[in-house]
């Protein structure tokens, strides 16, 4: 059974920058694919990027593609998301997910069957 934590979420004026972490326990954290998603009040649970076991395949959302990163580190069980130049439209609660099975990069929620609490993102305008 993996257990998720986000960490790293806050209120942040727009322009600005956040680093989201993912703490990962139960599993072999590196044979799972290892997704973000965001949810707005009152919207669905929308994907934000995806990052392969390795780390060495990544892809983004049109809205956030050049502006955020996602990036995995195996030895500590931990995936990231680096937010920059953050929106308005980026408030929102902040889940990370792990890939049901051995699965490829996917990019909708019914591809991952883990998820954490959550972090709560709020920028300002």
């Known amino acids: 059974q993996v257990h998720l934590v986000e960490s790293g979420g806050g209120l942040v004026q727009a322009g600005g920058s956040l680093r989201l972490s993912c703490a990962a326990s139960?599993?072999?954290?590196?044979?799972?694919?290892m997704g973000w998603f965001r949810q707005a009040p009152g919207k669905e649970r929308m994907f934000v990027a995806v990052?392969?076991?390795?780390?060495?395949?990544?892809y983004y959302a049109d809205s956030v593609k050049g502006r955020f990163t996602i990036s995995r580190a195996n030895a500590k069980n931990t995936v990231y998301l680096q937010m920059a130049n953050l929106k308005p439209d980026d408030t929102a609660v902040y889940y990370c997910?792990?890939?049901?099975?051995?699965?490829?990069?996917?990019?909708?929620?019914?591809?991952?069957?883990?998820w954490g609490q959550g972090t709560q993102v709020t920028v300002s305008s």
């Open positions: 997910a792990r890939r049901i099975g051995y699965g490829d990069l996917g990019t909708s929620r019914y591809d991952y069957g883990s």
């Open positions: 990052i392969s076991r390795s780390g060495d395949s990544t």
């Open positions: 139960g599993g072999i954290f590196s044979s799972y694919v």
